[in-house]
């Protein structure tokens, strides 16, 4: 969700995708289109300055929800179903999103650090 809100922000995904190769994770559903490559200049760190959490912030602020009600309404005698739905709606998030990343992030974090050596001359 993450990536294809980055997409349609016109953010550069090329961190995140390392991000999650890194960590062994595959993307849910569909694999990225084309239309989802990052093709601009190749970066020799492309972690300088990136922000994880800044780069999510970015992201989720193009985050769309779709509203579908339905209830059953009694007066009385009457009853009668009123429905409702709205599709685009923009939906914002709070800092509270940020709880999620260390979740996240420790099965990469855990990965870089069982794959790493300790050397000392």
Same mark, same amino acid.
């Given at each position: 969700?993450?990536?294809? #809100?980055?997409? =349609?922000?016109? !953010?550069? *995904?090329?961190?995140?995708? +390392?991000?999650? %190769? ?11 289109s ?6 601009g200049k ?20 193009? #985050?769309?929800? =779709?509203?579908? !009600?339905? *209830?059953?309404?009694?007066? +009385?005698?009457? %009853? ?30 855990q ?11």
């Open positions: 969700m993450t990536r294809d #809100l980055a997409v =349609d922000a016109g !953010l550069n *995904t090329q961190q995140l995708d +390392g991000i999650v %190769a890194l960590g062994g994770y595959e993307y849910v559903g569909a694999p990225p084309k239309r989802h490559v990052y093709r190749r970066q020799s760190n492309i972690y300088k300055g990136f922000d994880l959490t800044k780069f999510v912030d970015a992201a989720f602020k193009v #985050l769309k929800s =779709d509203v579908t !009600l339905s *209830t059953d309404v009694r007066i +009385g005698d009457y %009853a009668t179903t009123i429905e409702f739905a709205q599709d685009g709606l923009p939906t914002s998030t709070d800092e509270s999103l940020h709880l999620l990343l260390p979740i996240l992030a420790q099965p990469i974090v990965k870089i650090v069982s794959g790493s050596q300790l050397g000392s001359d």
